[in-house]
């Protein structure tokens, strides 16, 4: 049986070079099908061969899915390419079944596992929401009768919609209570008479052109009252569990965009001139390169803390997969627009060798989006931070080091565990516990680097961190828990934003100590220096407009190096630099 690694390296080789304008699965193909709206049927063809869907499925019900992070980074090869492909094949397949797997019984489960194991699709059609969009507006509704539920209702833009056999109905149930106004229905089509679901016409979308956003239109179908998952009027709830297995997976998507928005941009910039010179001898050029790449470590440490989190913190994770969510298509969208001012008019280009920049760029907010988008996201932070100034910050002891080590085997996933508002912020401990540590390699080695610890910079902007942590705890420590008037403020959003920064500081922190104390042979080189954490915290220190350091030149040099080695080394801009085909 191969093991995650081995299918990621897999995957990666299916599809080819994405630079080699031979490849009928490369950058040019991929280029006129977006234009097109349509899927290369080639590149269906690499996910069915190398059955991705088992991807989605729980081992226990027959499919390969163990460990959360795992399934992250085996998104990232599809995402890289096209976010038409990895959404529409397979990605919104898992958003349908999160549901299911988090509330299903026996029956349901093995029938989503079954329609996904055959190569089938499942579609959700969700609910709207306060701060959703255009596609949630319309919705279904369901009326129990003596033999079931009747569903009746359509939804203008439903991800697969005429691709899925499987349809997961969020449906306002007539006569509930408040909070209890939807239930969620698993449905097989292939059960229902005919002419009960009709599929609308195709809505079209400026990003993520290739996928299909069809409506559904549901007539008077009656539907056994086994189809209801968990109870009825448990929609609501269901729909925020599953946001804690979803909102995990959303950094690695983003950031494999970005990773070739990233390379097509260096890529550009390392042209050689009539004078030999190119665009990376300037200054403005290095550092966009350098921040581009310090905002993708940054979020793939908070994709790893979010994705492992579920297994080893079940019961703070969900502040943390809100945060990565959050704050990882928020870094990506700065950081391209900063990329655009390197690439000039060839970020408008629709096709050549600099087109996917745009691409990528276009697919960025649909990708990201999800259910209830970035103020959905802070919303469910917010109503968590008054309990962590109070209990947790400055309290709490620190997570397991397994939290920030991917190469550690993790607990089987448990989703009766993980609960929504968390009962500690044992990452904000690790940010306490590297400042003090570091303080403490001052007073034992001076400035000296004999540690291996860094130097005053790090050292500096680790204090800052921590003191924005305490300015935090002041700013919550007397909200009255459940003070929606406090909480709704502007004021508090803004905190939030600062809280998931905060947040982030401590994810790469702890990553960094983890490879600087992890067995000879076992760390990597990069990580385990002190250069890119150093890095980021200033590049993070300066996004919160506090004081910062002299400007840690030699680091930031350093962290360029690395961005041109991988270009021509053809590696990841990620935690793992993996070889690409």
Not at 120 to 129: G, I, S, W
Not at 351 to 378: I, N
């Amino acid at each position: 049986m191969t093991t995650a690694e081995e299918r990621i390296d897999a995957l990666e080789l299916a599809f080819g070079s994405l630079d080699d304008p031979g490849n009928p699965l490369g950058a040019a193909a991929l280029l006129a099908a977006d234009a097109a709206g349509t899927v290369l049927p080639e590149a269906e063809k690499v996910l069915d061969d190398f059955g991705l869907n088992a991807e989605f499925v729980p081992a226990d019900v027959g499919g390969r899915l163990e460990r959360m992070d795992l399934l992250g980074r085996l998104l990232r090869p599809v995402f890289r390419r096209d976010a038409s492909l990895g959404f529409g094949y397979g990605l919104n397949c898992f958003f349908a079944a999160a549901p299911v797997w988090t509330a299903g019984d026996d029956a349901q489960r093995r029938l989503a596992a079954r329609l996904l194991l055959n190569g089938r699709r499942l579609a959700v059609a969700r609910h709207e929401v306060a701060h959703g969009n255009d596609f949630v507006r319309d919705e279904f509704t369901a009326r129990t009768v003596p033999n079931g539920l009747v569903v009746d209702g359509s939804k203008s833009a439903v991800a697969n919609a005429s691709r899925a056999t499987g349809l997961v109905v969020f449906a306002r149930t007539e006569g509930s209570a408040r909070g209890r106004s939807h239930t969620v229905l698993l449905i097989d089509r292939d059960e229902l008479p005919p002419g009960t679901v009709e599929n609308l016409a195709r809505r079209t979308t400026t990003g993520m052109r290739s996928a299909e956003f069809g409506g559904l239109r549901i007539t008077d179908c009656l539907v056994p009252r086994s189809a209801v998952l968990g109870e009825v009027g448990d929609g609501y709830e269901l729909s925020l569990r599953s946001s804690l297995l979803i909102r995990g997976l959303i950094p690695s998507i983003v950031l494999a965009g970005a990773d070739t928005a990233l390379r097509t941009v260096a890529r550009f910039a390392g042209r050689s001139r009539a004078d030999g010179r190119s665009s990376l001898d300037v200054r403005h050029v290095r550092d966009v390169l350098t921040g581009g790449f310090l905002d993708l470590l940054v979020i793939d440490c908070l994709a790893l803390v979010a994705t492992r989190a579920l297994h080893l913190l079940p019961r703070q994770m969900s502040a943390y997969a809100a945060a990565a969510a959050y704050l990882a298509p928020k870094l990506v969208a700065e950081s391209m627009d900063e990329m655009s001012s390197v690439l000039g008019e060839e970020t408008f280009a629709q096709d050549g060798a600099y087109a996917m920049f745009q691409k990528q760029r276009r697919d960025l907010p649909v990708t990201s989006l999800g259910h209830a988008g970035s103020a959905g996201r802070q919303v469910s932070i917010l109503p968590q931070l008054p309990y962590f100034a109070r209990h947790a910050w400055f309290a709490d002891p620190e997570p397991p080091p397994d939290l920030f080590r991917p190469d550690r085997e993790l607990p089987p996933l448990d989703l009766s565990q993980p609960v929504l508002l968390g009962d500690g912020d044992p990452l904000a401990a690790t940010l306490v516990a590297c400042t003090d540590q570091l303080e403490a390699a001052e007073l034992q080695y001076g400035d000296g680097a004999g540690a291996g610890l860094g130097g005053p910079a790090l050292r500096f902007l680790a204090r800052v961190l921590t003191g924005e942590l305490a300015e935090l705890r002041k700013a919550f420590e007397n909200v009255a828990e459940g003070d929606r008037e406090a909480l709704s403020s502007p004021q508090s959003f803004g905190l939030v934003d600062r809280y998931t920064l905060v947040l982030a500081a401590a994810a790469c922190l702890g990553v960094w100590r983890e490879q600087r104390s992890a067995p000879a042979g076992r760390a990597d080189a990069f990580l385990a220096a002190p250069a890119w954490v150093t890095a980021v915290l200033y590049r993070l220190v300066a996004r919160l407009g506090l004081p910062l350091p002299d400007r840690p030149v030699a680091s930031q040099r350093l962290v360029f190096e690395e961005v041109v080695a991988r270009l021509h080394d053809h590696r990841s801009y990620d935690l793992y630099a993996s070889p690409l085909a």
